[in-house]
Structure formats: C-alpha cells, structure tokens
C-alpha cells in the first residue's frame, strides 16, 4: 500500500493516539497531514480528477447518511469493525486506491472522526489545483442540489473566482447558513441570532 509507506515516512508529524473529543484544531492538523499525502499520490498518477469526484461522493454520503456519521464518531466500535465499515463504504463508492486507502489507515488509527476535516483540506487542496476558490458551506439540513447550485452562482458572482461548495450539516443551527470564504465568514444562522441576542441582554443587565 503505497499510501502506508508515504504515511510512515512522516510518523514523526503524525500523533499515534487522539481522542474523539480533542478539540476541532486537532482533528484538522490529523486531517491535513492525510489529505496532503492523498493528494501527493493522486497527483503523481494524475488521478486528481477521480480523487475529486471521489470525495463529492464521500462527502454526500457523509451528509446524507447519519450511520456513516456514527460509525465515524463512534467511541464505541473497534478498529477492525469501523474499518470493515469504511471498506464496504470505499468499495460502494468506487472511491480510488489513494483515497480508500487512507481511510482505511485513519480506521486502524481511530482517526475517521476527523474525516469531515480531510474532506474539506482535500476540496481545498483540489481547489487551490484548479485556481478555484473553496466556501466552505454548514446548514441544518442537507442542501438541495437546487440550492446548492444557486450558493454557487451567487458566491461565485460575489467573489469573482469559481466557488466549489464543500457542504456540512449541523442539525444544532436550527437554520439558516454559515458560509466561509477564506478569512471572511457569512453566518445567518438562528443560532447565531440567539447567541447575539443573548450577549444584548446580558450587557443590558
């Protein structure tokens, strides 16, 4: 497995243990250091563009199937039942060689938790490729392909670049949308609405 061999070269960057409940920061230096290898090896078979439609599919079925988000999360299961669980995912997905194979690595290290991570620093990796731009795009439901398409257009009007979506769900926004375009972010959220009302009448009182 080429993946494994490119991966121990640089044990020495990656941690061996992570908790699932370390702190967002850390689930996404775990996830860069995967991507950047997945995208190496993509990118020297020039597999880039089966890599891209690799992780769409990936990150589909993350959003639309709350099992894969447990089995991902779960503190619960082994390593050799959630990497049973990623291969079968791998193989229905026809994902390619460099990708399957890094998630099932991040399966025997109990690291799939930062799989949401991996898919965003992929996109971006992939973006910054192709001279697009990543928004990263967090909403309580699923977006349609509809609505998806409309972000797009209007996001790409308003940043002069391409735009590719890289959509996650958050079931605790209640609703509306938290949108991240580089540094500058867009959250119209009610959650943020609350949480803003609520610091109002905390100064009040």
Excluded: W
Excluded at 9 to 24: H, K, M, N, T, Y
Excluded at 40 to 47: H, L, P
Excluded at 154 to 179: F, H, M, P, Q, R
């Amino acid at each position: 497995m080429p993946l494994r061999r490119f991966l121990v070269c640089r044990r020495g960057l990656i941690v061996e243990r992570v908790d699932v409940s370390e702190p967002a920061s850390i689930s996404s230096g775990i996830a860069e250091r995967y991507a950047t290898a997945i995208f190496e090896i993509a990118q020297e078979s020039n597999g880039l563009p089966e890599l891209e439609t690799g992780v769409d599919a990936l990150a589909e079925a993350l959003n639309v199937s709350s099992d894969l988000r447990g089995v991902i999360s779960s503190p619960v299961l082994g390593r050799d039942e959630q990497g049973k669980a990623i291969s079968a995912i791998a193989r229905h997905l026809a994902l390619m060689p460099a990708l399957s194979n890094g998630l099932s690595l991040m399966a025997q290290k109990r690291r799939l938790f930062a799989m949401p991570q991996l898919i965003a620093q992929l996109r971006s990796l992939i973006a910054t490729e192709k001279g697009e731009v990543q928004a990263d795009v967090t909403s309580a439901k699923t977006l349609t392909k509809t609505q998806a398409e409309k972000l797009t257009r209007t996001l790409t009007e308003n940043v002069g670049k391409t735009v590719k979506i890289n959509a996650t769900v958050d079931e605790s926004l209640v609703g509306g949308l938290i949108v991240k375009v580089g540094s500058k972010m867009i959250d119209t959220s009610i959650r943020s609405r609350l949480a803003s009302l609520q610091n109002s009448m905390k100064e009040v009182g």
